[in-house]
């Protein structure tokens, strides 16, 4: 059975950081891209950073490039999103996914609650 367990989120300042995590089970992690989205409130869940199955390549949306990285552990099977210079249209329920250009299993974890306010 396939999980997805997202962790990390919290409440920070503008201009503050945050570390995701999501811990995975139930499929071969370590040959699957791997990617974290988000949904705002009354907007569809979107793609915000994709990484390939070893490491060596990834994708960002453009409204995170340059403040989030994405990057992975294959022996821990967990994905990471490292999110800096956090902006208050960064608030949003994160979630990870398998796959690169859009999420390749149905269904999703609990997702983790990221809030940018002061």
């Known amino acids: 059975q396939v999980q997805l367990v997202e962790s990390g989120g919290g409440l920070v300042q503008p201009g503050g950081s945050l570390r995701l995590s999501c811990a995975t089970s139930?499929?071969?992690?370590?040959?699957?891209?791997m990617s974290w989205y988000r949904q705002a409130p009354g907007k569809e869940r979107e793609l915000v950073a994709a990484?390939?199955?070893?490491?060596?390549?990834?994708n960002y949306a453009d409204s995170v490039k340059g403040r989030f990285t994405i990057s992975r552990d294959n022996a821990k099977r967990t994905v990471y999103l490292q999110m800096n210079s956090l902006k208050p249209e960064d608030t949003a329920v994160y979630y990870c996914?398998?796959?690169?250009?859009?999420?390749?299993?149905?269904?999703w974890g609990q997702g983790t609650q990221v809030t940018v306010s002061s």
């Open positions: 996914n398998r796959g690169w250009t859009g999420p390749a299993l149905s269904s």
């Open positions: 139930g499929f071969t992690f370590s040959i699957n891209p």
């Open positions: 990484i390939r199955s070893a490491g060596t390549s990834t």
